[in-house]
């Protein structure tokens, strides 16, 4: 199921990816510099100014799809929470859930957000994990920059970051729950490949658990867990091959190890 751009659909996704940026340039850019309202499946979101819009994108829309699968009572961190699409759609699951965005616009916007849909999140300012502390999570979520180099501006946060691919790995299983994972949205029009490498490189496996092709690229959505923590498969190939292979799920089943209270930087909205 792994995402790989055949040969003759290079030339026709590189046209729609300019035609789309060309689009977002000319016309979209304009929604990044007024109050927008926005309907994701059965939430009622206001996007900001200089806050990553989850449906004009798409990939938050398609994350906050997934996270509306989860089961009740599961132990959620919204990581790069933007509007607090994916967030909310968790918490009105029954999840109990953190969001944490480094760009402040983007947390009174998942604040706002929030209070129009009647949850409760406990939502947190910070560079990926820091405003956490240690907690722990079942599910992290995270919709991640999907371009290399240095944010311009805060909503460039959204799009670009040096090193956001190593940084995440490399801190991802001290918040993780025993059988915790991460589900993160990557796409074809960025660095996915380099951020498996970063993923590869600190011990975590990763498979894919949804995809779709949006003609100028295609988005994966993958379940990343540390390999000792994976379940594995014995799959006979010819003779006595025993290959491990990652178990995937839709759900988690939610351990009883509930996110530390002593969260750093920490607005809780009722």
């Not at 918040?175 to 915790?180: K, N, S, V």
């Not at 975590?204 to 949804?210: K, Q």
């Not at 025993?242 to 178990?247: D, I, L």
């Amino acid at each position: 199921m792994n995402a790989i751009a055949l040969p003759h659909d290079v030339l026709p996704r590189r046209l729609w990816r300019a035609v789309l940026r060309a689009k977002l340039v000319l016309h979209d850019r304009r929604k990044y510099q007024q109050i927008v309202l926005e309907k994701l499946n059965d939430l009622n979101l206001v996007v900001l100014p200089d806050v990553f819009n989850p449906v004009l994108l798409r990939s938050g829309a398609f994350l906050a799809t997934e996270a509306a699968r989860l089961p009740h009572g599961t132990i959620v961190l919204d990581l790069g929470s933007g509007s607090g699409a994916c967030g909310i759609a968790a918490a009105k699951r029954g999840c109990s859930v953190t969001s944490a965005d480094i760009n402040s616009s983007a947390v009174r916007c998942t604040r706002i957000n929030a209070l129009l849909n009647n949850v409760e999140l406990d939502i947190c300012h910070g560079d990926l994990f820091a405003p956490v502390g240690d907690a722990r999570f079942d599910v992290v979520l995270f919709n991640p920059p999907y371009y290399r180099g240095t944010p311009r501006d805060a909503l460039d946060h959204a799009w670009r970051s040096p090193d956001v691919p190593e940084r995440f790995a490399a801190n991802l299983s001290q918040h993780l729950t025993p059988g915790g994972y991460a589900l993160v949205v990557l796409s074809t029009d960025g660095d996915r490949d380099g951020f498996l490498r970063a993923l590869d490189a600190n011990g975590l496996s990763h498979g894919v658990i949804a995809q779709r092709d949006y003609l100028n690229e295609v988005m994966t959505i993958y379940r990343i867990a540390p390999w000792n923590a994976a379940e594995t498969l014995s799959l006979t190939v010819g003779s006595s091959c025993r290959v491990p292979r990652y178990k995937l799920s839709d759900e988690v089943r939610p351990t009883t190890t509930r996110a530390d209270d002593r969260l750093v930087s920490r607005t809780s909205v009722r």
